[in-house]
């Protein structure tokens, strides 16, 4: 079993709807939450980050934690047509996260359809 | 905005070359990291660096070295490339209590 699961889509949704995409870990350890896009032939790019459980808002975007149920979720509102991507979860269990290793999800392919 | 640049954005080499793949930062971040990215394997860290000179492998070391001669400059080594490390290769750095940041990675093909 992978330490963290990410169901890789594809999935496609019209504009303007609310997208949710998801991770599960196994690891309880895991503290620190990041949330990365990935467009088609560029490299990831960090969307936002959360320690611990709680929820963290950014513009259209929402990251939300239950380490009690060792569930991850990225919410978009208002989806556009340039949220079409790949996201990928990643996580560690260090508070010193920047010096530690990542364990990411496989990633998630999103579509948006106008 | 944190910059990390890949040398090349596509590469193709023969079975056995050695080959080099490059990244520069410009943030003057401590740490470094090299992946390689598979369809439905995700992310694999391949070597790591805290320091110029340091290095740590990550999951997936063999078949690769790494050279940190210079803190913004890290460098992946294939010493004998095979067919079976084609793939998309990814820089990243960090810094303390800072996600990692990525380059926008080398499409390697081996023939």
Known sequence: QKEVEQDPGPLSVPEGAIVSL????????????????????????????????????????????????????????????????????????????????????????????? | DVKVTQSSRYLVKRTGEKVFLECVQDMDHENMFWYRQDPGLGLRLIYFSYDVKMKEKGDIPEGYSVSREKKERFSLILESASTNQTSMYLCASSTQNQPQHFGDGTRLSIL
């Open chain 1, 22 to 114: 998801n991770c599960t870990y196994s690891n309880s350890a895991f503290q620190y939450f990041m949330w990365y896009r990935q467009y088609s032939r560029k490299g990831p790019e960090l969307l936002m980050y959360t320690y611990s459980s709680g929820n963290k808002e950014d513009g259209r975007f929402t990251a939300q934690v239950d380490k009690s149920s060792k569930y991850i979720s990225l919410f978009i509102r208002d989806s556009q047509p340039s949220d079409s991507a790949t996201y990928l979860c990643a996580m560690t269990s260090s508070s010193n996260f920047g010096n530690e290793k990542l364990t990411f999800g496989t990633g998630t392919r999103l579509t948006i359809i106008p």
